[in-house]
């Protein structure tokens, strides 16, 4: 597998020059099987230069979008993604869904003629639209395994498991803690209790789904400090993104979902931070901050 970030930033798109390191733009993440496979992750506003890079090829494009909830900065993207207006190419898009909303209707919505000029409809490229729940896919020679996280609105994680490497992309994710499950009013009460039936540590389902995984792309929105002002808002701190690496025992820990207000020296001394923890607790994972462009080859020889 190779993976190519193209969206880094968590909430909201946050161009300029303070951000020019580590990008600007909402959640999006490019997988390439063996074969050229496309897999892509999330839809956010980096997908729209994924799909100016897919465009200059002058290929037919066939992909999979893995959505992982619909908070608009995961799916905002989409609508300037251009392939999708091109006969031929043909896109199956996966996410969650509830009994008022499909994983259709979360991505015609905003195209809406009220706030786009295209409706999804009217776009020339074939659209498939499959709603999942925690299941595993078959995907190519691959499969995705999915697992809902404690973040708002059916948010999903994905373990994406092809040619002996493994792939985990958790987007969106709070530590879980059952003393304030209770109080906990934006989560659908059956995650809580996915969560509360797990048996061992509070947050053990998540440690297991990422077990031993080549690359874990986390949540690592806030500070710890800044998270004790945020608890509920569905975001993890970098300490629980290294808890959750070290636990699973990954090789690799991506810090992903930089808070809009984290301009490239805050994330460089975040990482450093985190760097320095990791070298402290004799750890043997690596860590690095996702930046747009980044690159990362699991193809196995």
């Not at 880094?8 to 161009?15: A, E, I, L």
């Not at 506003?45 to 897919?54: P, W």
């Not at 020296?265 to 760097?275: F, Q």
């Amino acid at each position: 597998m190779k993976v190519r970030f193209w969206g880094t930033r968590g909430s909201v798109p946050t161009p300029g020059r303070n951000t020019v390191r580590y990008g600007g733009n909402t959640p999006c993440v490019e997988i390439r099987l063996r074969n050229n496979e496309l897999l892509i992750l999330d839809a956010g506003t980096g997908i729209r230069c994924l799909g100016d890079e897919l465009m200059t090829r002058r290929e037919t494009v066939k992909a999979h979008i893995l959505v992982s909830h619909p908070h608009w900065d995961h799916i905002q993207g989409f609508p300037f993604f251009k392939p999708a207006f091109v006969e031929g190419n043909a896109f199956t898009i996966i996410g969650s869904e509830t009994e008022n909303t499909s994983i259709r209707k979360v991505m015609s919505d905003q195209m809406n003629s009220i706030y786009f000029p295209v409706k999804i409809d009217e776009v020339k490229a074939r659209m498939e639209f499959r709603a999942v729940e925690e299941q595993t896919l078959e995907i190519h020679e691959g499969t995705v395994t999915t697992r809902f996280v404690n973040h708002p609105a059916f948010a999903l994680g994905f373990r994406l498991q092809y040619d002996g490497r493994t792939v985990v992309y958790i987007s969106d994710n709070e530590p879980f803690d059952r003393r304030t499950a209770s109080s906990l009013r934006n989560v659908d009460q059956q995650i809580i209790q996915r969560y509360l039936d797990t048996k061992g540590d509070d947050n053990e389902r998540i440690y297991e789904f990422c077990r031993d995984a080549d690359v874990l792309i986390h949540d690592s929105t806030y500070t710890p400090e800044e998270y004790a002002a945020r608890i509920g808002w569905g975001h993890s701190h970098y300490v629980f993104a290294l808890e959750v690496a070290r636990n699973s025992h990954a090789k690799q820990l991506i810090l992903f979902h930089h808070d809009p207000s984290h301009n490239d020296a805050v994330i460089d001394g975040i990482l450093e931070t985190c760097r320095r923890e990791i070298q402290t607790k004799n750890d043997t994972f690596q860590c690095f901050a996702a930046a747009e462009g980044m690159e990362i080859d699991l193809l196995a020889p």
